[in-house]
């Protein structure tokens, strides 16, 4: 079996639902259930003997080490974070105790797990620790994709935690010989996406008939990558990845964040029109978050010529999906939008 960390939230209930389907192997799944982390979206696994869900912090170590006594998993798959860079920037302490601390805590366990396992349990086990784009900073218009060779300059808060986790998973594989993997991917989107980020805000205002956020100028670029092709990219590198080794995951899919928007209102158009107008008409500019990373775009091509992988969906047939599923799960935009959800939303928005 394996372990699955943050398996709750948005990429980790995607890539625990993925693999149960894909694989069928058991998972532990290991969730503080915070804000975005949601049961709903593994209601499909219940009463799925191959899923045992467990609710706790990574930062236990009482926890950690009795689950992996008890469970011996073959690997340990590290989704569990503060992922939302303005919430970061309002409160960066939880960012520093869940992605930093956190992970130490768990790169502890891991170590004092894999060290006594005996062969070929030890040689075969791995630790891949799912990261992002952003630790690499900012790119210009014309500068080349981020490669796993560029140097991390990170930007935000959750940027900066981001890296230092990279950094600790890196020296425990130089210096102990833990068998780790890193994935940096960039901006995901699909079900179960929490709707604080850009895709399901937009998907959620337009339907609800309020403005649709964008920040400055929306001139900012980001690579946008579907969240199954994501999961594929990392079951494959879990299975065929070089321990110590990073590997970028992109979805070829480099966007202005305006386009993104206008695309999403013209699908929009396109499955549920409006009674009149269109939903591009609710655009409204609004003032640009601190020290917002101009540009990320991911070179892939490590992952593609290495491993063999490359998205299956294109930007518009991903986009296409997740819009429909989000028109078809009025229920769950209903259980998430709580009091703590609308008072956060005014708080980062309504200033602007």
Known sequence: MILVTGGAGFIGANFVLDWIGAVGEPVVNLDKLTYAGNLANLASLEGDARHAFVRGDISDRPLLAG???????RAIVHFAAESHVDRSIHGPADFIETNVVGTFRLLEA???HWSALGEPDKSAFRFLHVSTDEVYGS????DPAFSETTAYAPNSPYSASKAGSDHLVRAYHHTYGLPTLVTNCSNNYGP???????IPLMIVN???????PVYGDGQNVRDWLYVGD?????????ERGRPGEVYNVGGAAEMKNIDLVRNLCATLDGLRPRASGTY???ITFVKDRPGHDRRYAIDAGKIRRELGWAPAETFETGLRRTVRWYLDHADWIAGVQSGE???WIERNYGAR
């Open 67 to 73: 689950l992996l006594a008890q469970h011996r998993p």
């Open 110 to 112: 891991a170590r004092a």
């Open 139 to 142: 790119l210009g218009p014309d």
């Open 192 to 198: 179960f996406q929490f709707p604080e980020k850009l």
């Open 206 to 212: 337009a339907l609800a008939g309020e403005p649709l």
């Open 230 to 238: 994501h999961c594929a990219a990392i079951r494959r590198v879990l």
């Open 280 to 282: 591009a008409e609710r």
């Open 341 to 343: 959800y609308r008072k």
